[in-house]
């Protein structure tokens, strides 16, 4: 399997982010508008946290908070779990199903230069799988 670093280099490292400070309200819509699952949260150029449509749900919604006076530092995941560009598309898939997360930002030396969701992931293995599938078939058939 492939490493994160060819996985950016094909996706694109773009990564979409929120303040600390700025309200839930704030990273849902922008969620929304890039059609994306989770916000990076940084303050002052530095990775804080990851906001999630899982931490909007169950932080938020369920607790009856609004969204519009509720600051991204309540509900953010403090304890982030990261990606290095050098690990296999394997092993991060690995990382995420034994921490039940769908979102990982890619650090390399302190800062953030991806985004990886399980979606990618699994793209990238049934790209892998289907491409190991037409080898044979065509070995097969000669």
């Known amino acids: 399997m492939g490493t994160i670093r060819e ?7 773009d990564v979409w982010s929120i303040g600390p400070d700025d309200s839930v309200l704030d990273a849902i819509q922008r969620m929304a508008e ?9 303050d002052q150029g530095r990775l804080v946290g990851i906001i999630s449509e899982r931490d909007y749900a169950r932080k938020l919604i369920l607790e ?5 006076d509720t600051r991204v530092r309540d509900v953010m995941t403090a304890r982030v779990i990261y990606a290095q560009p050098h690990q296999s598309v394997e092993e991060c898939m690995s990382i995420m199903n034994d921490n039940r997360i769908r979102h990982m930002p890619v650090m390399k030396d302190d800062q953030m230069v991806g985004m990886l969701s399980l979606k990618d992931l699994v793209k990238v293995i ?9 080898q044979l078939e065509t070995y097969i058939t000669g």
């Open 126 to 134: 049934i790209s892998e799988q289907q491409f190991i599938i037409d």
């Open 34 to 42: 890039h059609e994306i699952g989770a916000l990076a949260v940084v």
């Open 64 to 68: 009856g908070k609004s969204s519009k």
């Open 7 to 13: 996985l950016l280099a094909e996706k694109g490292d």
